[in-house]
Every structure is written in structure tokens, then in C-alpha cells.
């Protein structure tokens, strides 16, 4: 593995052009990196939460038994995203 100084001395043979692509592609490498991490906001996806995204109106889904009710979802889901 070569060291900084050997890679420089290495960079200053090559021609001119090279040298300012390798320049600019340093430059946008450390400035992503320097930059701020953003925050990722905070994801609520409790199942109240999406409940209350549906809006299936009066009811909801109540339409099926407790234990059918992941197959008496789809029918309103696929009406509120006609």
C-alpha cells in the first residue's frame, strides 16, 4: 500500500486534466462527508396510526369477524385507492 506522499508525488506526473478530475472528485468526496448528518424523522407507524390514514368512515372495517378481519381489509383498501 503506498503512502499519502507517494500517491501525490505519483498525481503530479499525470496531465493536467486528469489532475483536476481526481481534484474535483476529492473536493465532492470530502464535502459529503463533512456535511451535517440530517435526522431521519421520526416514523409513527403504530397501527393507530395507519388506521387513521384509511378514513374508511363510520365502522371502519367491522364489517367481518375478528378473525377474518386481515381479509375484510382488502376490499375497503382496494376502494380507497381506486
Known sequence: ???FDQIIRQTR???E????EIL??????????QAPV????????????????LDL?????AQF???RAKQGIREPLLRKHK
Open 24 to 33: 474535483h472528485f476529492v473536493e465532492f468526496m470530502l464535502a459529503k462527508y
Open 57 to 61: 368512515g363510520v365502522g371502519g372495517y
Open 1 to 3: 500500500m503506498q503512502t
Open 13 to 15: 506526473t499525470l496531465p
Open 38 to 53: 440530517t435526522a431521519a424523522k421520526p416514523v409513527s407507524s403504530t397501527p393507530f396510526a395507519i388506521y387513521q390514514t
Open 65 to 67: 369477524p375478528s378473525n
Open 17 to 20: 486534466n486528469i489532475q483536476q
